[in-house]
């Protein structure tokens, strides 16, 4: 008896082993474990030139897995996985273009699972350096619109070059040449420092010249130092600020140099103020324009423009816009009348919402203050139109200061696109920007004037 009673105790105690097991899902332990992932990338290279493919392989099938999971910086991601298997997700990450650095690729907590409903732990960065610049200019820059009878021209395939016309070499480490681009000849510098251009005298004042203007090509934007140059005088300059990887022209107000006698400039000269560091450098268009013999020039202007400015090609999340089609409007922006007879509207050219004023002296933008310093803001660009060429100063205004002003000189009857670098504004917080005021000092005098793509970039 004691016999049976200990067989039929061990049968019991099988039984509910059974029971458990079964209970627990046909005799397999329940999936406590969490999936893992390991990244990889498609590039050879220490460096990516292009757009890099990443692969995600899973260490089992998951699901809910989304280009929405995938936490990317320095680059912009596909809006769509790729995919092979349950395991294997591919994600084209495309580098900021015109730039260099390190792309990184990361996955929150929580953002994908297995079949048994694991929970993803943090995965952490992992990075691929790249270099996304590019290396010399594919495109012309856009061709000169000054009427040749108001210019004086040191180099462009539009003009007539004035005489006396030389590229000196004042002891740099100078490799200059012509090269052709896109049927179009510009000026490079393969060694690029400084370089200086020297011409018979040109009487600005008599000739009614108002600006110097360049196009500028820079791999990695490297600004430059412009000076107009008269007899014994090149210790005054203008900075401008190019564009990383594409043509950017620049229209430098004559005003903006106080201490030359405009009516003997014989000389400009270029300088990156980096040497001995030399850069590879592209120019085109370097030119005086202005009015022509010092009045007049504006005769047969059309009194409205016709056709859109240049639509912007700065990326959006390098701007804080305060007037442009193109971009997001900055919070808190405005238009006040601060006393000016003020005649404003939005009208549409060319399928292109542009700022008019019929009756413009001075005008005023203020917005919620832009911290220019923390935003990595360096340029406030501006399209203006104007049938005359009436020239207009434009303040940069922080906190109590608005005595500060550069002056752009528009094309009669045009558009032009002005870049005016914050640098040339000394006396304000950059932190602390909250207005922009435009001004023709010329009130009462009124003009009709059109204003877009004011933006800082």
Request: proline content about 5%.
């Amino acid at each position: 008896m004691k016999r049976l009673a200990k067989l039929i105790t061990l049968s019991a105690g099988a039984l509910a082993a059974a029971f458990y097991l079964s209970a627990c899902g046909g005799g397999e332990p329940a999936d406590k474990v969490a999936p893992t992932v390991v990244i990889t990338d498609n590039v050879t290279d220490t460096t990516a030139t292009g757009p890099v493919t990443f692969t995600f392989t899973f260490s089992e099938d998951v699901k809910d897995f989304t280009a929405e999971d995938v936490n990317v910086t320095n680059g912009d991601k596909a809006t769509a996985l790729g995919t092979t298997s349950a395991k294997v997700y591919t994600l084209v990450v495309t580098p900021t273009p015109n730039t260099e650095g390190t792309i990184s690729v990361s996955i929150a907590a929580n953002k994908f699972a297995d079949l048994a409903n694991n929970q993803n732990a943090a995965v952490p960065a992992v990075t691929q350096a790249y270099n996304a610049k590019a290396s010399a200019p594919t495109t012309a820059p856009t061709a000169p619109t000054a009427l040749a009878a108001n210019v004086k021209s040191l180099y462009s395939d539009s003009y007539t070059t004035v005489s006396g016309f030389d590229v000196p070499n004042w002891g740099q480490l100078q490799m200059v040449s012509d090269v052709t681009i896109a049927g179009n000849k510009v000026f490079k510098n393969d060694k690029f420092t400084y370089q200086g251009f020297q011409f018979d005298a040109i009487n600005a004042t008599s000739s009614g010249l108002t600006s110097l203007h360049i196009d500028v090509w820079s791999a990695d934007a490297t600004p430059v130092k412009v000076y107009v140059i008269s007899a014994g005088q090149d210790t005054e300059s203008v900075d401008i600020v190019p564009t990383a990887g594409a043509w950017k022209g620049v229209d430098i107000p004559l005003s903006s140099f106080t201490k030359i006698n405009k009516a003997a400039i014989f000389q400009v000269k270029l300088d990156t103020a980096i040497q001995p560091i030399t850069k590879v450098m592209y120019f085109d268009n370097i030119y005086f324009s202005g009015t022509g013999g010092g009045g007049g020039g504006g005769g047969g202007s059309s009194t409205a423009p016709t056709t859109a400015p240049t639509a912007p090609t700065a990326l959006a999340a390098n701007v804080k816009s305060l007037y442009s089609d193109s971009y997001t409007t900055v919070s808190g922006f405005d238009v006040p009348n601060w006393g000016q007879l003020q005649m404003v509207s939005d009208v549409t050219i060319a399928g292109n919402k542009v700022f008019k004023n019929d009756k413009f002296t001075y005008q005023g933008f203020q917005f919620d203050a832009i911290n220019a310093t923390s935003s990595g803001l360096t340029s406030l660009h501006i399209d203006v139109w104007s049938a005359d060429a009436t020239p207009v100063k434009v303040y940069v205004i922080s906190a109590g200061q608005d005595t500060e002003s550069v002056d752009i000189v528009p094309t009669a009857g045009a558009w032009k696109g002005v870049d005016i670098p914050l640098s040339s504004f000394t006396k304000i917080n950059k932190a602390a920007i909250f207005q922009v005021k435009l001004d023709t000092a010329i009130q009462p005098i009124t003009k009709v004037m059109y204003f877009d793509n004011i933006y800082f970039k």
